[in-house]
Each structure stands twice: as structure tokens, then as C-alpha cells.
């Protein structure tokens, strides 16, 4: 990787409930990010608002580069984010920003470029072997949160290439009686009912609503972030009891997107997965992940962790700005998927 000055630049991390912002820098080849500012995306118009936000905090102009990662698809056509109202329109960027170069890259291809790039230390253990991640290979990239994000790394000889997609929206798969049940009801609700309506921060509203109707209880009004509190905490039986189903629809999932991708390895990534970091390992995880019929022994040969980076989004749009900063032109390839405008001084 050619070494480039310290001169800063903005790192961005647009998600479906946050917006985070901070000043980074690259120097000799090192990413280094600031403390980030988190912004509601509620709270603000529009990204161009959050932007002039940051910038009142910082007090202070902003610098004339970014690197954005951004929850959707990346592509020329204006942006509308996943699980958010914001649309941000790439052609004008970097004029209603007052940018000479800019990066934009999938949220979750951010994400996958901070799996490739951080050190063994910013990764924790939760099922299968025990060992490093992989020189070569390819790593499976899977972070529940406001959505399920999904990417792929494929590590080589030559570096790394980062595939973002949107495989949080492919079916969710029932594989029990309870599952049944929660699958019609979700899709009298929606229709489509993809992976991301049970394996997400809502997801577990509706686990926690189908396990009340089984036991004929009272769901309760406790809001997402209540339900997720006392269900982390144990304060609630039900909660607690939807919190392990979480957990093993999520291990279904994670095996099946490893199952699918041909994966070496799988890390998850996401809001959710650091809180639950340490309860995955001794709930219903493994025994879903790896109950793939003929093939639960090559499932169990993969190892699955979680990383524990805490901003990986900001860390890997930052890596994808060092990677990109010498392109001039849009690219919008399946394996690359960024959008880059400008020109390195």
C-alpha cells in the first residue's frame, strides 16, 4: 500500500438510526480516526444538514475530502438510504458539500474493508474453531442492527476484494413450529418477509410478539430499545426467551449466507452483534449455524467471531479512501461499488 500524507479528510457512517461522523487521516499507510460525533438521522433533515451539524460541532471549516459509507446501494442515481428517509444524490455531492474528491462505498463494503484491514486483537471468539482469520479465502460479512447487512472479503495473494450485497433481504427461512407461525404472520403483515424482518433490531419485537401469543400474554408496548435492554439484561422472562430465539435465527442465517458465499470464515459485525459478543457463544448460535444436513461437519470447521473494533463503519470508509484516493473516475462494479470523484494532490 503507498504511503500517503497525514492531511485529514471526513469519515462517514450513514445507518438507518445513526449518522457518525469524525476527522480522519492517513499517514505512512496507518488509517487513524478521531472520536466520532453520533447523530440521530431522526433529528436531522436531510445528510447535508447532518454534515453542517458536524461541522458546528467541530467548530471549524471542514475538510475538502470524505469517505462515506452509505446503508444501500451504491450507484450514480440518487441514493435512497435503507431504513432511513434520507436520499442523497452522488452527482451532487461534491457541490453542496464543497468537496474536491470524495469516496462512497455500501455501508456494509465499509465494514468489509475493516475486517480485511484490522489487527487479530479486534476480533472475539464466538463459535467453531478457534483460530486466526484467514490470509487467503473468504471471510463472510454479517452485522444485524437497524437492518442486516451482508458482505464478502475475499482475501489473495495480491490484497483483499470487498463485495457488498444485499443479502439481509433474501427469504427468511422457518425451522421449527414457533418459526411457522412467526413466518404467516410476518407475511400476512408484509408480504415479503426476508431475513432482516427476524435477524435486526426489530426482529426481535416480532419473536417477542409470537412468543406472547404461544403463551397467551400480554406482548406488552416496551419500545425497541426498552425490549432490547430488558432482554440483555434478564429483568424480562419473555424478553429473554425472545433474545435466544434471536440468537438462533441468526445462527441459521449466518450459516446459510456462509453456505452460499463458499465461506472460510464468518464475522459479524453490527450494533447488535458487539452487544451480544459475549452471549452468543452460550446460546442456540452454534447448533443453528451448523445444522446444514450433510453438511454439518464442513460447518463446524468454520470459525465464526464477532468484531470489536468499536467503529469499523468509519475505520473501513477511511480504508476504502486510501484504496480509492488516486482514482478520478465512477466505478460501480460489482467488485468494487464505490463511487469516487476527485483527484489525490
Not at 487479530?120 to 484467514?134: D, K, N, T, W
Not at 437497524?146 to 422457518?174: I, K, M, P, Q, W
Not at 421449527?176 to 400476512?188: M, V
Not at 454439518?296 to 464477532?306: D, E
Request: net charge negative; with cysteine; glycine share 10%.
Amino acid at each position: 500500500m503507498p504511503a500517503a500524507s497525514a492531511a485529514e479528510f471526513v469519515a462517514v457512517d450513514l445507518g438507518g438510526t445513526h449518522a457518525r461522523f469524525a476527522l480522519a487521516r492517513i499517514d505512512d499507510g496507518r488509517i487513524a480516526v478521531d472520536e466520532p460525533s453520533i447523530l440521530r438521522t431522526a433529528d436531522h433533515a436531510n445528510f447535508e444538514a447532518a454534515w453542517h451539524a458536524f461541522a458546528g460541532q467541530l467548530g471549524r471549516p471542514l475538510p475538502r475530502a470524505a469517505a462515506m459509507a452509505v446503508a444501500g446501494p451504491v450507484q450514480t442515481q440518487p441514493i435512497k438510504l435503507t431504513n432511513c428517509p434520507w436520499t442523497i444524490a452522488p452527482a451532487a455531492i461534491a457541490q453542496e458539500l464543497e468537496l474536491d474528491r470524495f469516496v462512497l462505498v455500501n455501508d456494509f463494503a465499509a465494514v468489509g474493508h475493516a475486517v480485511a484491514r484490522l489487527e487479530e486483537r479486534y476480533f472475539s471468539h464466538v463459535a467453531g474453531p478457534q483460530i486466526a482469520l484467514p490470509s487467503e479465502g473468504l471471510i463472510s460479512v454479517i452485522g444485524p442492527g437497524t437492518g442486516l447487512g451482508v458482505a464478502a472479503v475475499l482475501r489473495h495473494a495480491g490484497g483483499y476484494t470487498v463485495v457488498s450485497t444485499e443479502g439481509g433481504h433474501s427469504d427468511f427461512a422457518a425451522l421449527d413450529c414457533f418459526e411457522d407461525e412467526l413466518l404467516a404472520r410476518l407475511r400476512q403483515r408484509y408480504g415479503h418477509v426476508s431475513a432482516e424482518r427476524v435477524v435486526s433490531g426489530p426482529g426481535l419485537a416480532h419473536i417477542h410478539e409470537g412468543l406472547a401469543l404461544a403463551q397467551n400474554r400480554a406482548a406488552g408496548t416496551a419500545d425497541d430499545s426498552q425490549l432490547w435492554s430488558e432482554a440483555i439484561s434478564g429483568k424480562d422472562e419473555l424478553a429473554g426467551a425472545a433474545l435466544e430465539r434471536f440468537c438462533m435465527a441468526l445462527g441459521a442465517v449466518a450459516g446459510n449466507i456462509a453456505l452460499a458465499q463458499g465461506a472460510n470464515c464468518v464475522v459479524l459485525a453490527g450494533g447488535l452483534s458487539l452487544r451480544l459478543a459475549d452471549r452468543l457463544p452460550h446460546s442456540g448460535f452454534s447448533a443453528r449455524f451448523t445444522a446444514k444436513g450433510r453438511f454439518v461437519a464442513m460447518m463446524s470447521a468454520i470459525p465464526v467471531k464477532a468484531i470489536n473494533h468499536p467503529q469499523p463503519g468509519l475505520f473501513g470508509a477511511a480504508a476504502a479512501f486510501q484504496i480509492h484516493r488516486s482514482d478520478t473516475k465512477s466505478d460501480t462494479s460489482p467488485l468494487n461499488q464505490a463511487i469516487i470523484c476527485g483527484r489525490a494532490p
